[in-house]
């Protein structure tokens, strides 16, 4: 299987399944004399993790990631600074289940990639999905707290704003809330809402989707470049590589389209400090595929879990007809767990095209 791979100077190569004995990545152009801790990066996944509220996924996976290279210990025993050579960090796998999936051997399950994954390859990784397995994104979380250190002053946060069909009052965001319960959410009154509501889908053995967003601030004006190298473009397109992501868009997205050229228009002034001083981001941060300063804010909607206790109809490898109840554990909405990923991906976006704005114009210092 190929396509393993994202990234151009910062590259990012994820390996492993969800049922084998351990996953990872490998992170190759990240530039040396970069310090970071165990803890810094650990952080980042138990923030993944599954098993941390009866919301999510009961597997318990403790998810401790391992640094293997491309790194020298400090003398304090706890900094690790890069070298500029290949970083290979692994995360063991120490709870799977393969019997669960024991039934579903030969059937495809409804809305999972099973059916396409055996019409490509001839063969298919049954225990948990293997390779399309959500498992997978523990490596890329790994990754993206990695990407952080490349850009100096950059910081990537997420929330989710929406699970099923209730949204947030985003007239009270509040980013101190977004770690104080367990749906990553900035509005603290919508978390009851949404406990008793994912109580009942949870109940029902079913699932729901939901919408995560991500704003990274601290973004230096010009990163990307128009046509084919678009910030924005490869922003998309790495949200849109996450497990269950079905619709990604950048700024007001697809709301600009009810807006007029006066409303949408992100008009300018010069700010005090002799700085362009922008009076709207309807934009998201990025004009013509490039960066211009502000933060850049994207936001990706998650079709709900396929795997649920309702029987669903589908055919099986020997193209009968059969009736799949998918047994198990699984998330009543992955939406959740997708908030540290979605943080990560950007991350790696803007990692990547730091470096090669660097390389390109030299106008950037030295991360």
């Not at 990234?7 to 004399?33: I, K, N, Q, Y």
């Not at 599954?50 to 400090?74: A, I, Y």
Request: proline letters at 5%.
């Amino acid at each position: 299987m190929s396509h393993n791979t994202f990234g151009h100077l910062f590259r990012v190569t994820t390996w492993g399944e969800s049922h084998g004995p351990a996953l990872g990545c490998v992170v190759d152009g990240c530039p040396p004399g970069l310090s970071f801790t165990l803890g810094e990066l650990q952080a980042y996944l138990d923030k993944r993790k599954p098993g941390q509220s009866r919301f999510v996924t009961q597997r318990r996976e403790e998810d401790l990631v391992r640094v293997l290279s491309g790194v020298m210990p400090g003398e304090d025993g706890e900094t690790l600074t890069t070298t500029g050579t290949p970083i290979s960090m692994m995360i063991e796998n120490t709870d799977q289940r393969s019997k669960d999936y024991g039934e579903i051997a030969r059937r495809y399950r409804p809305g999972h990639a099973d059916y396409a994954y055996d019409v490509k390859y001839g063969i298919r990784d049954y225990r948990g999905g293997g390779r399309s397995s959500a498992r997978e994104t523990a490596a890329r979380v790994a990754a993206g707290a990695i990407a952080r250190k490349v850009v100096p002053g950059l910081t990537v946060r997420a929330a989710l704003v929406q699970i099923g069909k209730h949204r947030i009052d985003r007239a009270r965001w509040d980013w101190a809330e977004v770690d104080n319960n367990p749906f990553f959410c900035p509005d603290p009154a919508s978390v009851p809402v949404w406990e008793d509501y994912l109580d009942g889908i949870r109940k029902a053995g079913s699932s729901v989707g939901a919408v995560v967003e991500v704003v990274a601030e601290g973004v230096p004006a010009g990163l990307g470049a128009p046509i084919y190298a678009k910030l924005d473009q490869d922003i998309a397109g790495l949200l849109m590589s996450i497990n269950a992501v079905k619709g990604v868009e950048i700024g007001d997205g697809f709301g600009a389209a009810e807006l007029t050229g006066e409303e949408n228009a992100d008009e300018m002034r010069m700010g005090n400090d002799g700085q362009p001083l922008f009076l709207s981001n309807h934009a998201g941060g990025i004009l013509g595929g490039i960066s211009t300063g502000q933060p850049v804010i994207a936001r990706f909607a998650i079709k709900p879990t396929s795997s649920i206790l309702t029987e669903r109809r589908s055919i099986d490898a020997d193209g009968h007809n059969v009736d799949v109840r998918t047994k198990g554990r699984h998330d009543p909405c992955v939406g959740i767990r997708a908030v540290p990923i979605g943080e990560a991906m950007v991350a790696c976006a803007i990692a990547d095209h730091y470096l090669r704005d660097r390389g390109q114009t030299g106008r950037l210092g030295k991360a």
